[in-house]
């Protein structure tokens, strides 16, 4: 099954405890990125990547980090949350026909 | 400047009932794309239709369908006889072919639907 999957779906952690969340796809697509969804502030884009190794900052990227070392995954590092960090996370990757998949989303919860 | 407007916040009807969700978006590229995503309860975005501006045909898919008027930059979606499961909500946004949005897609900021037994 063509799919964008996340892990970990949910995550309570600590202010200032690097977190990995990790993104990977099936469906050998060059592009990926991730958004991050808070109420009033709808969905904004954190970092994409065109292809392996080529990633640039979407419109919130303070805060966090990616890599883009293989085609299928696209891991999103915190070196140190904050509780501002505390939102819904996808994923998504883009087909040639310009459409966006996304993952089930991660629940960040940081204290 | 690129923008998504969805001014239905919330939406109440009953079961059977048939919906119009309206969205309204602004560009200065004459080749871009629309998606409408639906978000239920569960949280997930699932992709509904994408439609690019070169095709202005209306699209039915089973009760769903979808009225692209380029003339008003609108990009409207009906749901007929709706359910109980259409309760979610739904996300117009647009990307563009050029520019600095070619990277992203701009969301509009949703439309809550509920639909009633």
């Known amino acids: 099954e063509a799919q964008v999957t996340q892990n970990p779906r949910y995550l309570i952690t600590v202010t200032g405890k690097k977190l990995t969340v990790t993104c990977s796809q099936n469906m050998n697509h060059e592009y990926m990125s991730w958004y991050r969804q808070d109420p009033g502030l709808g969905l904004r884009q954190i970092y994409y990547s065109m292809n392996v190794e080529v990633t640039d900052k979407g419109d919130v990227p303070e805060g966090y980090k990616v890599s883009r070392k293989e085609k299928r995954n696209f891991p999103l590092i915190l070196e140190s949350p904050s509780p501002n960090q505390t939102s819904l996370y996808f994923c998504?990757?883009?087909?040639?026909?310009?459409?966006?998949?996304f993952g089930p989303g991660t629940r960040l919860l940081v204290l | 400047a690129q923008k998504v407007t969805q001014a239905q916040t919330e939406i109440s009807v009953v079961e059977k009932e048939d919906v119009t969700l309206d969205c309204v978006y602004e560009t200065r590229d004459t080749t871009y794309y629309l998606f409408w995503y639906k978000q239920p309860p569960s949280g997930e975005l699932v992709f509904l239709i994408r439609r690019n501006s070169f095709d202005e045909q209306n699209e039915i898919s089973g009760r769903y369908s979808w009225n692209f008027q380029k003339s008003t930059s609108s990009f409207n979606f009906t749901i007929t006889a709706s359910q109980v499961v259409d309760s979610a909500v739904y996300f117009c946004a647009l990307s563009e072919a050029w520019g600095d949005s070619s990277y992203k897609l701009i969301f509009g900021s949703g439309t809550r639907l509920l639909v009633r037994p």
């Open positions: 998504a990757s883009r087909d040639s026909q310009e459409t966006q998949y």
